[in-house]
């Protein structure tokens, strides 16, 4: 089955500075990659996907590059704020089924 | 506008009991899924359906059991608890016809502790 690995587990980075966080995939025929993000006792929540026929794409402060022949993909946050605080999980999809990373804790300082 | 709604938020149970997870979507989402998350870590996917009377496996099926009469609710059954079926629940569904391509929704969880 497809395996998500995601890194860094952690990340702490001062306010206004760019964060980035990167996953790779081991099944060649997943084609969806979803990101969430996940504050304390809430819900995961889609904040960007990226499908397998696009190479990157930029929604305001947040962008998704996808790399097919290496099977990785790529979180960026530029200007970050302190409401970036929470954690990030990147996913695959496969069929029907998402398989999720570990997650990325980031944590925004001021 | 509910989404997919979870109920309970909480529960504690004993050791050996039994109980069902309730989740349901008002979307008409024909696919749905059961995901579970132990603390500090990621989702780990239950089980999984694609339509009405159609249910699959996912990553860790067991000791626990799902059904799926109606396209709306896609409950979730827990026959003997065990302290490591300690974590939290979420379900989730995506579009009709859309797979795997679509986003999935989330419902609020439900924070399971068996004692």
């Known amino acids: 089955g497809e395996n998500v690995e995601q890194h860094p587990s952690t990340l702490s980075v001062q306010e206004g500075d760019s964060a980035v966080i990167k996953c790779t995939y081991s099944d060649s025929a997943s084609n969806y990659f979803p990101w969430y993000k996940q504050e304390l006792g809430k819900r995961p929540q889609l904040i960007i996907d990226i499908r397998s026929n696009v190479g990157e794409k930029k929604d305001q402060r947040i962008a998704v590059t996808l790399n097919k022949t290496a099977k990785h993909f790529s979180l960026h946050i530029t200007e970050t704020q302190p409401e970036d605080s929470a954690v990030y999980f990147c996913a695959a999809s496969t069929a029907s089924k998402l398989t999720f990373g570990t997650g990325t804790r980031l944590q925004v300082t001021l | 506008n509910a989404g997919v709604t979870q109920t309970p938020k909480f529960r504690i149970l004993k050791i050996g009991q039994s109980m069902t997870l309730q989740c349901a979507q008002d979307m008409n989402h024909n696919y749905m899924y059961w995901y579970r998350q132990d603390p500090g870590m990621g989702l780990k996917l239950i089980y999984y359906?694609?339509?009405?009377?159609?249910?699959d496996k996912g990553e860790v099926p067991n000791g626990y059991n799902v059904s799926r009469s109606t396209t709306e609710d896609f409950p979730l059954r827990l026959e003997l608890a065990a302290p490591s079926q300690t974590s939290v629940y979420f379900c989730a569904s995506n579009p009709r016809g859309g797979g795997s391509n679509q986003p999935q929704h989330f419902g609020d969880g439900t924070r399971l502790s068996i004692l």
């Open positions: 359906s694609v339509g009405a009377g159609i249910t």
